[in-house]
């Protein structure tokens, strides 16, 4: 039989076991029944035995083979988790004790958290206090995981380590602060943005990670389906006009737009963007960032930005009536104007703009366009396996069920993180205006504007995801959650 489905919760027979028994027996053990071990093993190593008795006094052993790949992957696993452990635990005794010259080991416990963030692609790493334990979670792929969790005492160390980093006021522990501060990992330069919040138990502290040379996003990798990336190139090839993508916070919008721009400054175009915060650097972009705190905001930097010549101007965010207007007089007088807004789908961003007190018209004349979406999390290649969705679930696609559809979803791997996930793509809807739309936003009629979309094919971000659906990139349970239908 050969073990190649062994996961590392699995070995957890014996946790006191140090890691380097597993990696110089070329063995692990998998299963304990009473005195009978099962050793699951590669047969690289004769004397396997010799390394284990010493572990489990008295008891058989039975060997399994498993696949020297899977092997070295659960090894490679556990000695993270080791090193980890390792650094927790001195990192607590140094805590503990009164000794006032401190050695690294808590810089380094930080260093080595952040790392593996950034190797899981985490965006944010939460540090969060309970009464007796604290906690290390990780968003990936927009949901929380615990990482870690460990005493308090080194919590507060962490804690403190961390605000010293970030320019904050260590000593002050009853109020809200922020901060930020970079790191490098692997020739990449990380900007890390810290809050903390005091709680009843001490204080929370969130680090969100922004990697400011990121520059693997393009318009094409981000999964837009042809409709959506076909749509979105046809508006950006308009030499004036606005264009918005839209969706809830977390939809990846502004990923969208830097996606966008990429593709826009490689023709000689003068860029300027106005964002809150800059997430990205870009090349051959002018990039300003909104200070609220000097009375610097979106408007204030838009008002001065139109006497710089820009050909290409992108807002990070159109919230309030001010800086829509000046983004439709930009767009107005040939520019073509790029931003996000705050809404559902493409249509809710017509009526958030008339609810923000633009008048329709005004609206109607310069708007090339509005895109709506959201992230949706994709099987993981890896544990993948045929499944039926819910039967409630699968009334709400019963018209679009034939006999060949299939489903799949992934069990959870080690390369997954148990997840059975790997990665985002996004899904989503798009309309171009037209002369008929344009007189249909004037109208202002919710139902004549579906009515004429339907006519025009118009593909919604449920349908759209549907498709992946069926394609077996994502659940059908996945989808009914991100589009909440
Ligand atoms: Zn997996």
């Not at 047969?43 to 008891?59: D, K, L, Q, T, W």
């Not at 005492?153 to 000593?171: G, P």
């Not at 915060?277 to 001065?304: R, S, T, W």
């Not at 965010?317 to 983004?327: F, G, M, N, W, Y």
């Amino acid at each position: 039989m050969i073990q190649n489905e062994i996961e590392v919760s699995s070995v957890l027979v014996s946790p006191s076991i140090p890691v380097k028994v597993f990696s110089k027996s070329r063995a692990v053990p998998i299963k304990r029944e009473n005195n009978k071990i099962t050793l699951a093993t590669t047969y690289e190593n004769s004397n396997i035995y010799v390394y284990f008795r010493e572990y489990f006094p008295g008891c058989e052993f039975e060997l399994v083979k498993i696949l020297p790949d899977k092997l070295d992957e659960i090894i490679k696993y556990l000695f993270l988790e080791e090193e980890l452990k390792e650094l927790i635990s001195k990192v607590k005794i140094e805590s503990e004790s009164y000794k006032t010259e401190k050695s690294n080991f808590v810089l380094k416990l930080l260093e080595l958290i952040l790392k593996r963030a950034v190797e899981k692609k985490a965006s944010d790493i939460h540090f969060e206090a309970f009464e007796t334990k604290a906690k290390i979670k990780f968003r990936l792929l927009g949901s929380l995981y615990e990482f870690v969790s460990f005493d308090m005492s080194v919590f507060e160390s962490l804690v403190s380590r961390i605000k010293l980093s970030a320019s904050m006021n260590v000593s002050e522990k009853r109020r809200p602060q922020d901060g930020s501060f970079s790191i490098k990992i692997e020739k990449r330069e990380y900007d890390l943005r810290v809050s903390s919040l005091p709680t009843i138990w001490g204080e929370s502290v969130v680090i969100r990670i922004l990697n400011k040379t990121d520059v693997s996003t393009k318009l094409s990798k981000i999964g837009f389906s042809k409709e959506l990336l076909y749509g979105v190139k046809k508006i950006l090839n308009k030499s004036y006009g606005l264009f918005l993508s839209s969706g809830p916070t977390g939809s990846g919008k502004s990923t969208t737009l830097y996606a966008c721009l990429k593709e826009l400054c490689q023709i000689e175009n003068k860029i300027i963007t106005v964002e809150d915060p800059v997430e990205y650097k870009l090349e051959n972009v002018q990039q300003v960032q909104v200070n609220e705190k000097i009375g610097l905001g979106f408007a204030d930097i838009l008002k001065n930005i139109l006497r710089q010549d820009p050909d290409i101007i992108m807002i990070g965010e159109i919230r309030d009536l001010k800086t829509l207007q000046i983004a439709l007089k930009a767009a107005f007088s040939g520019h073509l104007v790029l931003s996000t807004i705050h809404a559902n789908d493409a249509l809710g961003a017509i009526d958030r703009m008339v609810n923000l007190g633009i008048e329709p018209f005004m609206l109607s004349a310069v708007l090339a366009g509005v895109q709506s979406q959201r992230l949706i999390r994709i099987n993981c290649p890896f544990c993948k396996e045929r499944y039926l969705p819910k039967e409630n679930y699968l009334e709400l696609i019963s018209d679009k069920i034939t006999s060949d559809t299939r489903f799949y979803k992934s069990r959870g791997c080690i390369k997954c993180d148990m997840s059975g996930f790997y990665k985002r793509e996004v899904i989503g809807e798009i309309f171009l205006n037209d002369e008929n739309m344009e007189k249909l936003i004037i109208k202002g009629n919710r139902a004549d504007i579906k009515t004429y979309l339907k006519k025009i094919n118009f593909k919604s971000i449920f349908e759209d995801g549907l498709v992946k659906v069926f394609e077996g990139k994502t659940t059908l349970e996945e989808l009914i959650k991100v589009v909440n239908i």
